[in-house]
């Protein structure tokens, strides 16, 4: 079973549109949790950090859920520029781990006009 | 400015041939990695290193070597040994910390000619 695991889609969205993406992971002593953004052949960029408590930032919205071991992210009024794919990142956190992030396959976005 | 840099951005080889891979990091940061992508694909770990003089094995290390003689570089070798090796590069960097997040060099796009 993959650490990460992440819906690919894609997703094709309208401008204006809210869109969410979810996440699972497997190892419940995961300590940290990322969403990054990539776009067509650069490198990954931290888009924002998951906190237990759910954290906004603008438009994006992200949540864990500790339990159900899953992160999501909500994009409300999406734009053009939204296009990317989206990276589910998860940090072990721990012993010889330590700063190791595990990816998922991320998730492609269109947003169209 | 602090970042960290890849180079070159695009390298060719020949069958046959080892190549090396630069990835300097001037962020102060203890841990730095190394990822490859395939098209439509998730990151895949190589190798990492969590401090001077010390790296492990990722998920995919086979046809691969690095060293860490210095904080701040960390290169990649893709040998004649690795058997499929054009892929898109990064090389990453974090402090080491449970909560933190990975820096990215901009890449390196590798095609075996």
């Known amino acids: 079973r993959k650490e990460v695991e992440q819906d690919p889609g894609p997703f094709n969205v309208p401008e204006g549109a809210t869109v969410a993406f979810n996440c699972t992971y497997s190892?419940?002593?995961?300590?940290?949790f990322f969403w990054y953004r990539q776009d067509c052949r650069k490198e990954p960029k931290l888009l924002m950090s998951?906190?237990?408590s759910g954290n906004e930032d603008g438009r994006f919205t992200a949540q864990l859920n500790r339990a159900s071991q899953y992160i999501s992210l909500l994009i409300r009024d999406s734009k053009l520029s939204d296009s990317a794919t989206y990276l589910c990142?998860?940090?072990?956190?721990?012993?010889?781990?330590?700063?190791?992030?595990?990816f998922g396959r991320g998730t492609q976005l269109t947003v169209w006009p | 400015d602090g970042g960290i840099t890849q180079s070159p951005k695009y390298l060719f080889r020949k069958e046959g041939q080892n190549v090396t891979l630069s990835c300097e990091q001037n962020?102060?940061?203890?841990?730095m990695y190394w990822y490859r992508q395939d098209p439509g694909q998730g990151l895949r770990l190589i190798y990492y290193?969590?401090?001077?003089?010390?790296?492990q094995k990722g998920d995919i290390a086979e046809g691969y070597s690095v060293s860490r003689e210095k904080k701040e570089s960390f290169p990649l070798t893709v040998t004649s040994a690795q058997k499929n090796p054009t892929a898109f590069y990064l090389c990453?960097?974090?402090?080491?910390?449970?909560?933190?997040?990975?820096?990215f060099g901009q890449g390196t796009r590798l095609t075996v000619v």
């Open positions: 990453a960097s974090s402090i080491l910390s449970p909560n933190t997040e990975a820096f």
């Open positions: 190892n419940s002593a995961s300590q940290s």
């Open positions: 998951v906190y237990s």
């Open positions: 990142v998860v940090n072990l956190g721990r012993g010889s781990t330590l700063g190791r992030l595990y």
């Open positions: 962020l102060n940061h203890d841990a």
């Open positions: 290193s969590q401090i001077v003089n010390d790296f």
